[in-house]
């Protein structure tokens, strides 16, 4: 699968922009701040529907201006017809999301269609930042993986929802009494989602780990060895009970405090806690080997399928700035035995892109971004 072009109106930093891709290797070149990130964001909004810098859409709107517009043209293989994915937004209204001009009914029915990884700067926040951010991390992977997972999963949150309202309105307005036969009604409902979740995520961490430990392997040339494990209270109890053991406290927290929704994920080098223990390059080659760990699952579950988007898009942001020339080297690697199919990446330098990329064997096309207007060299 290859994205043929890309337009944008009014995106972040944008006005206007058109830009024509090769099925290779594509280079977004500027200073820092003039927009080449926002580039990779536009493409990562059209894989995944949201942005992967912001959580709030409206942020994305050209400051001034009171909609955007991402738009693209996907292509399947070289001969098949192309799909425009578009992706927009008016400030105050929902976001709306069409294939071929037709609404999605609803938004995770585009998930995974059109896969896409990011390495960014941000990556390292997965390690420092809180189980949170590690849960929402794989369960849009997950979510790309398996859509069923996604079903699941948004059926659960919106019953968490409604667990969690139910336990502040008791607590807020104890004069209403507590219905606690709905309480019991959502449990029934939210018990066995929850179960799958968890079942279904440490299913998927047991495949993933080897292709995540292999990746770091070979960045860091095998010198430590490095763990991933689940963690879920759900895995051991059954979480009914634990709804049952958990329900005075959850009434005096106004809050759901146990399920899957609490689960975590535990990052380990050489049986030690990668935040605080790694160091600061150990920490970015773990972070990087999830992603590519990530690539390599996504490509694998695509072949299963059958499916003609056989390799997600690639994103690398900054990666030239950031990383050490080993690991750089090992990436390009990557990139140059045809392991990517497109990629693209950005760089304040073109002499050391076109240095770094001289044994690439992929057509290579360079773009120059200056202040939101962005030129193909
Ligand atoms: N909604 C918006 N409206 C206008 N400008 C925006 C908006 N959102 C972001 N920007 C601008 O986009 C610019 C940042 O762009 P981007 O992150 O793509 O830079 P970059 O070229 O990747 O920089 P670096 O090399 O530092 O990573 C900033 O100048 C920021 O002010």
């Known amino acids: ?81 192309p799909e425009t994915i578009q992706v927009s937004l008016r400030q105050g209204q929902k976001k709306v999301l069409t294939h071929d001009k037709q609404p999605y009914e609803r938004m995770a029915d585009h998930i995974g269609r059109y896969p896409a990884v990011l390495i960014s700067p941000y990556d390292t926040d997965l390690i420092r930042e809180g189980s949170e951010e590690r849960r929402k991390y794989f369960d849009s ?5 398996d859509h069923g997972f996604l079903d699941v999963l948004i059926a659960y949150n919106a019953l968490l929802r409604q667990r969690n309202a139910l336990l502040k309105q008791a607590a807020e307005r104890p004069s209403q009494g507590f219905d606690r036969d709905y309480l019991l009604a959502i449990d029934d409902q939210l018990a066995p989602l929850g179960e799958q979740l968890s079942e279904q995520r440490a299913v998927f961490i047991e495949r993933f780990t080897p292709l995540f430990q292999q990746h770091y392997q070979q960045l860091a040339d095998g010198r430590e060895s490095v763990s991933l494990t689940y ?80 390799k997600p898009l690639l994103l690398l942001d900054d990666i030239f700035d950031r990383l050490d020339d080993k ?38 096309r360079r773009f120059s971004v200056q202040a939101g207007t962005v030129i193909q060299l």
């Not at 992977?141 to 993986?145: A, D, I, T, V, Y």
């Not at 879920?232 to 405090?257: A, I, K, P």
């Not at 090992?330 to 950005?346: H, I, P, Y």
């Open 1 to 81: 699968m290859t994205l043929d072009s890309l337009q944008l109106l009014f995106f972040k930093n944008y006005e206007a922009a058109s830009l024509q891709f090769t099925p290779g290797l594509n280079c977004f070149i500027g200073d820092n701040g003039s927009g080449k990130t926002n580039l990779l964001d536009a493409v990562h909004y059209l894989s995944l529907s949201k942005s992967a810098l912001t959580p709030i859409d409206g942020n994305s709107i050209k400051q001034g201006a009171d909609f955007f517009v991402v738009k693209g043209n996907f292509r399947a293989d070289a001969d098949d017809a």
């Open 327 to 364: 690991r750089i080297a090992r990436l390009l690697e990557l990139v140059a035995n045809d392991t990517f199919g497109q990629v693209f990446l950005t760089d304040t330098n073109l002499a050391r892109t076109d240095r770094a990329l001289a044994n690439v064997q992929a057509p290579i």
């Open 141 to 145: 992977l997950l979510s790309q993986f």
């Open 231 to 310: 963690r879920s209270q759900l895995l051991e109890t059954e979480f009914g009970q634990l709804l049952r053991q958990n329900e005075r406290r959850d009434f005096v927290m106004q809050r759901t405090t146990a399920g899957a929704h609490r689960d975590d994920f535990v990052f380990l080098l050489d049986g030690l806690p990668v935040k605080g223990y790694a160091s600061q390059g150990q920490q970015k080659s773990y972070a990087i080997a999830l992603k590519l760990a990530q690539f390599e699952i996504l490509t694998l579950r695509a072949a299963a399928l059958g499916t003609a988007a056989t």
